[in-house]
């Protein structure tokens, strides 16, 4: 689960963190009076949308004045704001941050990610701050630090100096940035998050170290652990095909392609996935109805693929256990005839009460083809869906 900058912020702060003051507005009056209340020099007005790379899209300005930070946040609220990680489409912007500008001397990049092949948090700091890390890590891999932290301990003080050294900062500055890594760490662990981002983290021209961005993301599979963190979720920046197959117990992502997939359990997701991609075709969605689906989860599952304005042909693959095949078979009659299907189907089933299954489908009404095979399945869908080899 992604939050936004502010909420970031905000969690850094409870951490020990130091972050700019700001406050969150929804209107340019709210704008003018949080700049009033800040009486800084300067200001930064900042959408806030889960994406980053809103400075390049018009999504973050810097101002003198609170009448002019009003005027920055008139024209963002509202907006549509495109960056690489938005698509085309963008993103609309509901809110915006309004902060203290920094005058700034030096910009660095600390982050402490889940290393998932070492099964470790993972510590990374760079001299490089302010821009993407990727680009850092393409052209100049050797300015960029790391550390692990074995699962259960504490980031040591030796490796936080050893990596806030290599950034290039004096004895005070070291030691202050220690304090400041030993919290980001045990905001990581203690909240599970699978990365907490500072980009940039600045020293100020008073000499001191401040977050001036940030970015942390969570565990999906941790918030029942967490609820404060679950509260943060804001459901407007979540997908509504997503947001509606999580309010039905279903495990739904949108990709990019045009055939639309549904199977039971995420092995099976990736795998159908995979050959219908070696089939020449693009799946639209990872759908897992998982082992307990019910007749009315089943189609519900259907409608949330069919919701989907890019899907032109469909791909069922159910290997019968707990779910059994007829079941599968009766949901997705149901919600064929309940929506009138047009677009081709294939199905492949297998395993519990896989011919009673079959009879169910066939003796219904739709137009659909049977696979014996995975990749007898893919190869027929890929060439319905006008992407076969």
Not at 142 to 160: C, H, K, Y
Not at 197 to 209: F, K, Q, S
Not at 234 to 240: F, I, K, N, V
Not at 323 to 349: E, I, N, S, T, W
Request: overall charge negative.
């Amino acid at each position: 689960m992604n939050v936004h900058e502010y909420q970031a912020k905000q969690m850094l702060a409870a951490f020990g963190v130091p972050v700019p003051k700001g406050g969150l507005a929804e209107s340019a009056a709210q704008a003018q009076d949080v700049a009033n209340g800040l009486a800084a020099e300067g200001y930064v007005v900042k959408a806030q949308i889960h994406a980053g790379g809103r400075g390049k899209g018009g999504g973050v300005k810097v101002v003198k004045t609170a009448a002019e930070a009003a005027e920055a946040a008139a024209k963002m609220l509202g907006m549509h704001l495109v960056t690489h990680q938005t698509g085309p489409e963008g993103k609309k912007v509901r809110k915006v941050w309004i902060e203290q500008a920094t005058a700034i001397a030096k910009e660095l990049y600390l982050a402490v990610v889940l290393d998932r092949a070492s099964e470790c948090l993972a510590v990374m700091a760079s001299p490089d701050g302010g821009m993407d890390i990727e680009e850092v890590a393409a052209k100049t891999p050797e300015r960029i630090f790391a550390t692990r932290i074995d699962p259960g301990q504490s980031l040591w003080a030796f490796q936080a100096r050893k990596l806030l050294f290599g950034c290039g900062l004096n004895a005070a500055q070291v030691r202050q940035g220690e304090t400041l890594l030993k919290n980001l760490a045990r905001l990581a662990w203690e909240k599970e998050a699978t990365l907490v981002e500072i980009n940039p983290l600045v020293v100020t021209a008073a000499g001191d170290l401040l977050a001036v961005d940030a970015k942390i993301n969570f565990d999906d599979s941790a918030l029942k652990r967490q609820p404060d963190v679950a509260a943060l979720k804001d459901p407007l920046e979540t997908d509504p095909l997503e947001l509606a197959a999580t309010e039905q117990g279903l495990n739904y992502i949108r990709l990019n392609g045009n055939v639309g997939t549904m199977v039971n359990g995420a092995g099976l997701a990736m795998a159908t996935m995979d050959v219908i991609k070696m089939a020449g075709a693009e799946p639209a969605n990872f759908l897992d109805v998982g082992g307990g689906a019910s007749e009315e989860m089943i189609t519900k599952a259907f409608e949330i693929i069919l919701e989907d304005q890019n899907v032109q042909a469909i791909l069922i693959n159910i290997f019968g256990g707990i779910l059994r095949c007829d079941v599968l078979a009766a949901g997705v009659v149901a919600a064929a005839r309940k929506v009138d299907l047009k677009l081709p189907l294939v199905v492949r089933l297998e395993g519990t009460n896989v011919e009673e299954g079959r009879r169910i489908l066939a003796e219904s009404d739709l137009a659909f083809e049977v696979a014996a095979s995975l990749s007898e399945a893919a190869e027929k869908i890929a060439k319905v869906a006008g992407g076969s080899k």
